[in-house]
């Protein structure tokens, strides 16, 4: 079993700046990649961004783009989500994801922690 436990998020007023923190942890640990997603209210889960564990290869949602920097630490088995330039309509519960199993999709979900860009 893998456990996620996402940290750092909160209220921000727009052009501010915030870093979500990811921590992995279980009997053994593997991940293929991480990734973020997020969920607006009224609005289906999107996918934000990823990060190949091995490789540090990295993709992004064009909204995104060019302002959220994902990154990790494979001896902290953590991955980060560094966020600038918000915007009100990035507000949403951000969540981390992970892929351990062979195959298409993420196998482990965190709880999500709370994203609020103020106008």
């Known amino acids: 079993q893998v456990q996620l436990v996402e940290s750092g998020g909160g209220l921000v007023q727009a052009g501010g700046s915030l870093r979500l923190s990811c921590a992995a942890s279980?009997?053994?640990?593997?991940?293929?990649?991480m990734g973020w997603f997020r969920q607006a209210p009224g609005k289906e889960r999107e996918f934000v961004a990823a990060?190949?564990?091995?490789?540090?290869?990295?993709s992004y949602a064009d909204s995104v783009k060019g302002r959220f920097t994902i990154s990790r630490d494979n001896a902290r088995n953590t991955v980060y989500l560094q966020m600038n330039s918000l915007k009100p309509e990035d507000t949403a519960v951000y969540y981390c994801?992970?892929?351990?199993?062979?195959?298409?999709?993420?196998?482990?979900w965190g709880q999500g922690t709370q994203v609020t860009v103020s106008a």
């Open positions: 994801a992970a892929v351990v199993k062979p195959g298409p999709g993420y196998d482990y």
């Open positions: 990060i190949s564990w091995s490789s540090g290869s990295t």
């Open positions: 279980g009997r053994t640990f593997s991940s293929r990649a």
